[in-house]
């Protein structure tokens, strides 16, 4: 029996017009040398002087409030963003008018790849709660790249990981259940928030269901449906977007196709 993937955690995609007046940019001093977020968006390895350059680049922070954007698709492609608190989505508009999700981006996470390739961002960056998030200027970016092999490599790996979830999300609405891919979704989230020090059991869902459908290709009906399955199985409590995972052996057994 073939593999199923392992649900991925984000993906690219953002960017006309920059929306300054609803944004605050903050001259604000970011450490990145004693940031707690440092090893999961910013390479390790630098000497405390260069990550005092490192520091000097990304000076800025910026307030995102819930339900504004970031960057908008076609916007011209000028900075990284390395969420610093908060919680975005990515998406892109499809013919038919609506919004297609593409990821779910959380602190410590990149924003703003999408737009290497062509000076423009191909998608919308949205905040789901307030938010910050640490710029920094691409074009100094690269220049100390050049001069900090390991900043090099570390960006490089990066792009890589983008590339490889785009793979494994292909292999997710191919191959997957409704049942498979809601797991899947639920238990990376969970993996991922636990990663930076919040409860492997317990979360509170930023996104709403129809959020987490247009992502996973799922109507909201299928979406709300499954949730409704798994509390009615004992797989999870669910207390409109409080979730806690009771079972966590009986959603990975569903990933896996195989008796829990």
Do not use: W
């Not at 499809?94 to 737009?115: I, K, N, P, Y």
């Amino acid at each position: 029996m073939q593999a199923k993937p392992t649900m991925p955690s984000t993906l690219p995609f953002a960017a006309p017009e920059r929306r300054q007046c609803d944004m605050r940019l903050e001259p604000l001093k970011v450490a990145c040398a004693s940031c707690n977020l440092r090893e999961l968006c910013l390479p390790v390895g630098l000497r405390a002087d260069d990550l005092a350059r490192l520091d000097g680049l990304v000076a800025t922070r910026r307030s995102v409030p819930r339900g504004e954007h970031l960057f908008r698709n076609g916007e011209r492609f000028e900075a990284l963003y390395a969420v610093r608190t908060g919680f975005f989505k990515t998406c892109v508009g499809s013919e038919d008018g609506r919004d297609q999700v593409t990821g779910f981006q959380m602190a410590g996470e990149l924003l703003g790849l999408d737009g290497i390739s062509s000076d423009l961002h191909h998608c919308d960056a949205v905040a789901l709660e307030d938010s910050s998030v640490c710029v920094i200027p691409y074009a100094q970016l690269e220049e100390l790249s050049r001069e900090f092999t390991v900043l090099q490599h570390s960006f490089h790996k990066i792009m890589s990981r983008e590339i490889v979830r785009d793979h494994g999300v292909m292999l997710l609405l191919g191959n997957m259940r409704a049942e498979e891919r809601l797991a899947a979704f639920l238990l990376n989230l969970t993996q991922r928030l636990q990663a930076r020090g919040f409860s492997a059991s317990s979360l509170v869902l930023r996104m709403t269901r129809e959020e987490i459908g247009s992502y996973l290709g799922l109507k909201l009906e299928t979406v709300s449906r499954t949730f409704s399955k798994f509390h009615d199985e004992g797989l999870l409590e669910v207390k409109q977007r409080q979730l806690r995972i009771l079972n966590q052996a009986g959603l990975e057994a569903l990933i896996n196709n195989s008796p829990c």
